[in-house]
């Protein structure tokens, strides 16, 4: 993966992850906040556990085979912190086994049980990234001995009154193992969570973290009912706002995030950053979910790359309903050779907001500048190429369909958010999201294995 396109990438999750603040005092000044509730975080995880199975195994000497069904509820819910974001995935549930059949020695014993499941796994969400603690488990075994065989009647005589003494006992070893096999599967399922792509793009977020100083301009927190995150601008290009938006508390998603944010991290991630044809390609199909034509690479056209400039490389700018964006950039390469003077690009775009979510159309064509601003009456020949090339950047109609989660996937329940408030004003981006009820997920198998006593 090309060097732009990952911080493209991870600036887009680092952006993500700002998505879950509740209002911070006024004289604290992040420029970006992100609510996020309860109610979007279970449509996410929380689903029906089921899965029917067969076991053959040894407990305190009697081998046993026979089917296990098990049945529950994966849930999250927030708990509240100041200082992190915390949630915790808990799993309630039954395994029964219906049809088991033991053997020790001369003697079969037929049995039934059942293991109630209550299981809790912590998850931290700090700046340094997900942590898991370790699985809290509870479980409890109930058995039933239907009947017990043997040769001799004498045997079987003694092989009951030696199972009604040592019934709680192996009970009781029955839920400790079921405990240690609930744990090791809650484990799988984090771990699961944790599969979020290589290492090299994980080494690379981790880098953007620092390059970004997040740990420090990061803050997480929760309530009972909103994960909360608010990013802070670096101590170089402090925020004095007059005014802060107010955050929805009634929608499942708000994001809101301030010019001066925006310009703050492509001014970490962009500043100086020489960018090839293929890596813009690549950005924007990412975002449109296509190629755009003024993009394609391929042997007719020349290749080429800009260097954006070394301060404010991308301004952005929020009012009335509107996003202004200017790209500065210092040089360009057609073919490995220079061929422009540092120039700027400036696109004006109305927002508004369609079944697919928010969409940006242009107003007007992109200006050509000079790097004071002002438009170039007669651009050169390589000024017209740069125009026509960014062009397929900005788009005259901006869709995000590349970001639309697939059908399918574990982000499947996304697509379900609707987009209630897009607005734009006194340098503020606001957009709010309403979760569409939809009660069906499929089970999910997840390979318990409680032990019953045979």
């Known amino acids: 993966m090309s060097s732009y396109t990952d911080r493209f990438l991870c600036c887009g999750l680092l952006t993500a992850a700002l998505a879950s603040a509740m209002p911070l005092p006024a004289q604290e000044s992040p420029g970006g906040v992100i609510v996020v509730s309860d109610g979007l975080v279970r449509a996410l995880v929380a689903r029906p556990i089921e899965e029917r199975h067969s076991i053959v195994q040894t407990l305190m000497g009697t081998y046993t085979e026979g089917t296990v069904i098990i049945k529950g509820q994966l849930d999250v819910q927030f708990v509240p912190s100041r200082r992190s974001g915390e949630l915790e995935l808990r799993l309630r549930g039954t395994a029964t086994l219906a049809d088991a059949i033991g053997y020790s020695g001369p003697v079969t014993v037929r049995s039934s049980s059942q293991t109630t499941i209550?299981?809790?796994?912590?998850?931290?969400?700090?700046?340094?990234?997900?942590?898991?603690?370790?699985?809290?488990?509870?479980?409890?075994?109930?058995?039933?001995?239907?009947?017990?065989e043997a040769r001799r009647r004498i045997i079987e005589r003694m092989a009951w009154r030696r199972a009604g003494r040592m019934q709680a006992s192996v009970e009781q070893a029955a839920s400790r193992q079921a405990e240690r096999q609930t744990a090791h599967s809650m484990d799988r399922l984090a771990?699961?969570?944790?599969?979020?792509?290589?290492?090299?793009?994980?080494?690379?977020?981790?880098?953007y973290v620092t390059m970004l100083e997040l740990r420090k301009r990061l803050h997480i927190r929760t309530t009972e009912e909103r994960l909360v995150m608010a990013m802070f601008p670096s101590s170089e290009r402090p925020l004095t706002m007059s005014y802060q938006p107010p955050v929805d508390r009634q929608s499942d998603g708000t994001v809101v995030l301030h010019e001066a944010l925006a310009g703050d991290v492509s001014q970490s991630l962009l500043a100086g950053c020489q960018v090839r044809d293929d890596e813009f390609l690549a950005m924007m199909k990412l975002l449109v979910g296509d190629a755009p034509r003024p993009l394609?690479?391929?042997?007719?056209?020349?290749?080429?790359?800009?260097?954006?400039?070394?301060?404010?490389?991308?301004?952005?700018h929020f009012s009335?309903?509107?996003?202004?964006?200017?790209?500065?950039?210092?040089?360009?390469?057609?073919?490995?050779?220079?061929?422009?003077?540092?120039?700027?690009?400036?696109?004006?775009?109305?927002?508004?907001?369609?079944?697919?979510?928010?969409?940006?159309?242009?107003?007007?064509?992109?200006?050509l500048q000079d790097e004071s601003g002002r438009t170039l009456a007669e651009p050169t020949a390589a000024q017209q190429f740069v125009g026509r090339k960014l062009g397929g950047v900005f788009l005259p109609e901006i869709r995000f369909l590349g970001l639309i989660p697939p059908a399918g996937s574990n982000w499947e329940p996304l697509r379900g958010l609707e987009l209630k408030e897009l607005t734009s004003e006194n340098g503020w981006l606001k957009l709010s999201y309403q979760l569409v009820p939809n009660?069906?997920?499929?089970?999910?198998?997840?390979?318990?294995?409680?032990?019953?006593?045979?």
């Open 118 to 148: 209550d299981a809790i796994k912590r998850i931290s969400l700090t700046t340094a990234g997900l942590q898991w603690q370790p699985s809290q488990v509870r479980c409890s075994t109930q058995i039933e001995i239907q009947d017990i």
């Open 191 to 207: 771990d699961r969570g944790l599969e979020t792509g290589s290492d090299v793009l994980r080494e690379k977020m981790r880098q």
């Open 296 to 316: 394609w690479v391929h042997a007719r056209q020349p290749r080429w790359s800009v260097t954006f400039a070394k301060t404010r490389p991308l301004d952005v």
């Open 320 to 367: 009335q309903g509107q996003v202004r964006f200017r790209m500065a950039l210092d040089r360009l390469l057609i073919d490995g050779k220079e061929a422009v003077e540092p120039m700027n690009l400036e696109a004006n775009y109305a927002l508004s907001i369609s079944a697919d979510g928010p969409v940006l159309v242009r107003r007007g064509p992109v200006h």
């Open 439 to 454: 009660t069906h997920r499929a089970p999910l198998p997840i390979s318990l294995e409680p032990q019953a006593a045979r």
